[in-house]
């Protein structure tokens, strides 16, 4: 058996305290069918001294959940495993930038399509009213462009009042009413191979598709006509070393697949819904390995 590093939330954040360990345990039942074993350690135990992870021939950070309410030590600890040469993956340099959405408008002048963003930074209500009138619709998106489960993200209406706007570097979309209809579908990817697709939809009067508020999930046989392929555009336009990732996306009302996310720090693998329990992941940590 070869035991690798997961990385794990803050202690003393209560809020993933009674599901990370869940995560955990099912991480480690797919790692098993490869013969890898786990040991847990908290991503902010390792923020200025990476020497607790360079014993280790992998380090998976796959439940540093929390990262984007601390993103100042988030981003050092990031540098400080880049500089020690921890073996990662994905890599630091990646779990870095990864964490500001502001990828996306890097990706979209590749050629990638996203849904019309406005970047800004502290968003005011002018700034909402404004992209109400520039992109010519009743409902708007607020997010933070470092977030994660749907954290402070808003969604207004023309003539609503923009309260608890979040902080700091933000974006403005145009809310796509096809997430309520069609959803947002998930392809996963290990090793640079399609391994299974998922489909999430909201409950009726929400937005936000996360277990967490009520989303219900569905595992697809195959993935829908158009999403592989931007799915697979999107990862050669990313061009990095990458275990896993997984590409979130949704169509627009002409039926287009545009990207919401490429998820590539610590992303459900819906493993439930995985081939053989997670066995293509196991299998690419093991091929990394060696």
């Known amino acids: 058996m070869t035991e690798v590093a997961v990385l794990t939330p803050d202690p003393s954040d209560p809020s993933y305290a009674g599901q990370w360990p869940g995560v955990l345990e099912r991480l480690a039942q797919a790692l098993s069918l490869a013969d890898v074993t786990v040991a847990p350690t908290p991503w902010t135990g390792h923020v200025d001294d990476a020497s607790g992870l360079t014993g280790y021939p992998l380090v998976l950070p796959l439940i540093v959940w929390g990262y984007h309410r601390d993103h100042g030590r988030w ?25 500001d959405k502001r990828y996306l408008g890097r990706l979209a002048d590749q050629g ?28 708007l998106v607020v997010k933070p462009r470092v977030s994660g489960g749907a954290w402070k993200t808003l969604r207004l209406s023309r003539g609503d009042r923009l309260t608890d706007a979040p902080a700091g570097p933000a974006m403005i979309q145009p809310y796509l009413p096809t997430i309520e209809t069609e959803g947002e579908t998930s392809l996963l990817f290990f090793g640079g191979r399609l391994s299974h697709v998922v489909n999430k939809r909201p409950v009726p009067g929400e937005f936000r598709v996360q277990v967490q508020y009520g989303g219900g999930y569905t595992a697809l046989a195959e993935p829908p006509a158009g999403a592989l392929a931007l799915a697979e555009r999107t990862l050669a336009a990313i061009d990095e070393d990458l275990l896993y990732a997984r590409i979130d996306m949704a169509p627009d009302a002409d039926g287009r697949w545009l990207l919401m996310e490429a998820e590539l720090i610590e992303p459900d693998f819906y493993l439930g819904s995985a081939p053989e329990g997670g066995r293509n992941f196991a299998d690419a940590v093991r091929a990394r390995l060696g």
Request: with cysteine; hydrophobic share 45%; glycine share 8%.
């Open 112 to 139: 990638i399509a996203i849904p019309d963003t406005v970047w800004i930074d502290n968003p005011g209500q002018a700034d909402v009213d404004a992209a109400f009138n520039r992109f010519g619709t009743d409902r």
């Open 75 to 99: 981003m050092q600890a990031c540098a400080t495993w880049a500089a020690a040469g921890v073996r990662m993956l994905n890599p630091p340099s990646v779990l870095g930038w990864n964490s």
